[in-house]
């Protein structure tokens, strides 16, 4: 079954909320090499003005994989998560994440193109606070492999 086309433009339910632990700050920081002590250390962060640990920029993918978890069970989606590539990512941040935020994602499907019996998604999941002010937008490309 190919990528079904009516997807584009479509808005997934925003996911439950996700609290920032500061272990797994610390963790995720470990995993892709930190080295900034605002990712480790309580004093380090708030002497650079933050409130707490401050997350590496790529830690919003942690957030944003509920929204692409919803995009790959859409049951008319006509998506088979066997022949997905992750192509691309990149995040728009209006401030970093730090230990305690609550978060919460919104995933819209932005444009879907064919290319070579290959079809290509990109997903935008909208991260932001209990408030509603955005965060960060994690966006995602995935692309489906063709028959071979």
Do not use: C, W
Not at 2 to 30: D, H, I
Not at 70 to 96: M, N
């Amino acid at each position: 079954m190919p990528v079904n086309p009516e997807l584009l433009g479509r808005v997934f339910p925003p996911t439950a909320p996700y609290l920032v632990g500061r272990e797994k700050v610390r963790e995720f920081s470990r995993a892709v090499f930190a080295t900034n002590p605002v990712n480790f250390d309580q004093e380090s962060a708030r002497a650079a003005g933050y409130s707490d640990i401050v997350a590496p920029p790529t830690f919003a993918v942690v957030v944003q994989e509920a929204t692409l978890h919803q995009l790959l069970s859409e049951p008319d989606g006509g998506i088979d998560f066997s022949r997905v590539v992750h192509g691309e990512q990149a995040f728009r941040y209006q401030r970093p994440i730090v230990a305690g935020d609550e978060l919460t994602a919104t995933l819209r499907i932005a444009s879907i193109k064919s290319l070579g019996g290959h079809t290509m998604i990109t997903a935008e999941s909208d991260i932001v606070d209990p408030d509603g002010a955005l965060v960060v937008t994690s966006v995602s490309t995935l692309v489906v492999r063709g028959d071979e």
